[in-house]
C-alpha cells in the first residue's frame, strides 16, 4: 500500500474522511492533509530528507523562528507608546526601557473540581497571567515547552493530591 492510500485509510479511521457528505472541518482536514502528502511525495522526499522536511515545516507552519531571536531594531514592531512586539516570535515583547519578555513563559496549573463533572474528582486546569511573564537576553530560542508552575488554592493547597 502507498503513503498516500495508507494515511487515507489512518484519517478514515481516526474520523477524518475526505470522502464524508458532510462538507465540515474533518473533511476539509483530510483532505488538507493528503494534499501535503501528496506534495511532498512528488517532491521526492524519502526516509532520510522526510524527517527534515517535517521538522521544518512544522515550526515554520507553528510560526516558531528556525534562529535564535537577536533583539535587532529590524526585529520589532511599534505597537502603542510604551510596548514593541517581535515580528519573528509574537509571543515577545519589550518596554520602553528596552528589557525584553515572553509574555507565556510560566503557566500555572491548579486543581479543580465540580460535582457535575466526572463526579467531582479533581483535575488539572492552566492559565496564565501577568505574573506568566519572565524576562529575556539576546540571543534567544523560545523553549518547545513553557514552564509549569502549581499554583495552591484553599481547597488544593498541594501539588500531591495523596
Same mark, same amino acid.
Given at each position: 500500500? =502507498?503513503?498516500?492510500?495508507?494515511? %487515507?485509510?489512518?484519517?478514515?479511521?481516526?474520523?477524518?474522511?475526505?470522502?464524508?457528505?458532510?462538507?465540515?472541518? =474533518?473533511?476539509?482536514? +483530510?483532505?488538507? &492533509?493528503? %494534499?501535503?502528502?501528496?506534495?511532498?511525495?512528488?517532491?521526492?522526499?524519502?526516509?532520510?530528507?522526510? !524527517?527534515?522536511?517535517?521538522?521544518?515545516?512544522?515550526?515554520? +507552519?507553528?510560526?516558531?523562528?528556525?534562529? *535564535?531571536?537577536?533583539? =535587532?531594531?529590524?526585529?520589532?514592531?511599534?505597537? $502603542?507608546?510604551?510596548?514593541?512586539?517581535?515580528?519573528? $516570535?509574537?509571543?515577545?515583547?519589550?518596554?520602553? $526601557?528596552?528589557? +525584553?519578555?515572553?509574555?507565556?513563559?510560566? &503557566?500555572?496549573?491548579?486543581?479543580?473540581? +465540580? !460535582?457535575?463533572? $466526572?463526579?467531582? /474528582?479533581?483535575?488539572? &486546569?492552566?492559565?496564565?497571567?501577568?505574573?506568566?511573564?519572565?524576562?529575556?537576553?539576546?540571543?534567544?530560542? /523560545? *523553549?518547545?515547552?513553557? %514552564?509549569?508552575?502549581?499554583?495552591?488554592?484553599?481547597?488544593?493547597?498541594?501539588?500531591?493530591?495523596?
Amino acid at each position: 500500500m =502507498n503513503t498516500l492510500k495508507w494515511a %487515507e485509510n489512518e484519517l478514515r479511521l481516526a474520523g477524518y474522511n475526505k470522502d464524508d457528505q458532510n462538507d465540515g472541518p =474533518n473533511k476539509w482536514l +483530510a483532505e488538507n &492533509v493528503l %494534499e501535503l502528502l501528496e506534495t511532498m511525495n512528488n517532491q521526492g522526499h524519502s526516509g532520510s530528507s522526510a !524527517p527534515f522536511l517535517i521538522r521544518l515545516f512544522e515550526r515554520l +507552519a507553528s510560526h516558531k523562528p528556525l534562529t *535564535p531571536l537577536l533583539g =535587532n531594531d529590524e526585529e520589532w514592531s511599534k505597537i $502603542d507608546n510604551n510596548t514593541w512586539q517581535n515580528i519573528r $516570535d509574537s509571543s515577545v515583547f519589550k518596554n520602553e $526601557d528596552g528589557k +525584553a519578555y515572553i509574555i507565556d513563559g510560566i &503557566v500555572f496549573w491548579e486543581w479543580y473540581s +465540580a !460535582p457535575t463533572i $466526572d463526579d467531582g /474528582k479533581p483535575y488539572k &486546569v492552566y492559565f496564565t497571567s501577568s505574573d506568566s511573564r519572565q524576562f529575556i537576553t539576546f540571543p534567544w530560542l /523560545k *523553549p518547545d515547552t513553557p %514552564e509549569y508552575k502549581f499554583s495552591p488554592s484553599e481547597q488544593f493547597p498541594h501539588e500531591d493530591l495523596t
